[in-house]
């Protein structure tokens, strides 16, 4: 079974530039997690979605948003960057809602100049 | 809310030396536990996880941890290490049945010394 995949892996970007990272979740997986991992905030958790419904929301700014595809593919939006933007975004999918093992990508790493 | 705190930062340990990564939570409602860990250039791998049940977990690559509910613990263990586990470990945790956003410590990076 393939993983999660997460593309770009990489990119560059200048403030006030927005940018979608995109997530394809293991095939059967319907729950998909976005986490922000910085060196100063450590892993935060963004949002996470279920049969393209947001279901739960972490403490980020309207900037960032999310939506789930009926293919469970999800994708996340970043508007306006700043230059604290830059961090490792993570994906994460699971199978069903109330699971708790969740597998992770390798992650898209951001570069706000 | 829950929150959870890693106690070293950093642990550098000989090779086939024993270790011990130190984690402790916070939560007012039953929850779940996890360790991931995770290797340079790469996301989250789970080694083991709480849900339930013997509070004794054992993971992969010969990591096993033990839930402590007294002692808001869940330390995780390896009898001997190898050269190929230097890596970050984090402890994370997340509400028992419910919405899965876990709550991630901040780390302890793990360098195994030849």
């Known amino acids: 079974k393939a993983g999660v995949t997460q593309t770009p892996r990489y990119l560059i970007k200048t403030r006030g530039q927005q940018v979608t990272l995109s997530c394809s979740p293991i095939s059967g997986h319907r729950s998909v997690s976005w986490y922000q991992q910085t060196p100063g905030q450590g892993l935060q958790f963004l949002f996470e979605?279920?049969?393209?419904?947001?279901?739960n929301k972490g403490n980020f700014p309207g900037r960032f948003s999310g939506r789930q595809f009926s293919n469970s593919r999800s994708e996340m939006n970043v508007s306006t960057l700043e230059l604290g933007d830059s961090a490792l975004y993570l994906c994460?999918?699971?199978?069903?809602?109330?699971?708790?093992?969740?597998?992770f990508g390798a992650g898209s790493r951001l570069t706000v100049l | 809310a829950q929150s959870v705190t890693q106690l070293d930062s950093q642990v550098p340990v000989f090779e086939e030396a024993p270790v011990e990564l130190r984690c402790n939570y916070s939560?007012?409602?039953?929850?779940?536990l996890f360790w991931y860990v995770q290797y340079p250039n790469q996301g989250l791998q789970l080694l083991l996880k709480?849900?339930?049940?013997?509070?004794l977990v054992k993971g992969i690559n010969g990591f096993e941890a033990e839930f402590n509910k007294s002692q808001t613990s869940f330390h995780l263990r390896k009898p001997s290490v190898h050269i190929s586990d230097t890596a970050e470990y984090f402890c994370?945790?997340?509400?028992?049945?419910?919405?899965?956003?876990?709550?991630f410590g901040s780390g302890t990076q793990l360098t195994v010394l030849p």
């Open positions: 979605y279920f049969s393209e419904t947001q279901r």
């Open positions: 709480y849900l339930s049940g013997s509070t």
């Open positions: 994460a999918s699971s199978e069903d809602w109330g699971a708790n093992v969740l597998t």
């Open positions: 994370a945790v997340s509400e028992a049945g419910s919405a899965r956003q876990l709550t």
């Open positions: 939560s007012s409602v039953s929850v779940y």
